[in-house]
């Protein structure tokens, strides 16, 4: 599921299911499977934390609260 997640939301920065696909080295009908709730592969999780810049713990793991440093989970100040 959060792998699902993961890939749309990189589609989105790439901009397109073709450049996401190239820069992950798979291709646009392999994302289009997995994102459609087919199975994927550890492999995939690992090209996917690639093409973010991240682990793939950071891209998987538990979800973060976006007030918070990522590095310390201190809140950040809001100012208005």
């Not at 997640?5 to 989105?12: D, E, F, H, P, Y």
């Not at 996401?20 to 996917?48: H, N, Q, Y």
């Amino acid at each position: 599921m959060r792998l699902r997640a993961a890939l749309r939301n990189l589609r989105a920065l790439y901009g397109s299911w073709d450049c996401l696909a190239e820069v992950m080295g798979v291709s646009p009908g392999t994302l289009a499977s997995i994102v459609s709730g087919k199975d994927s592969s550890p492999g995939m999780a690992v090209r996917a934390a690639r093409a973010a810049g991240t682990t793939v713990e950071a891209l998987l793991g538990d979800l973060k609260v976006a007030a918070s440093c990522p590095h310390c989970g201190a809140a950040w100040e809001v100012r208005s």
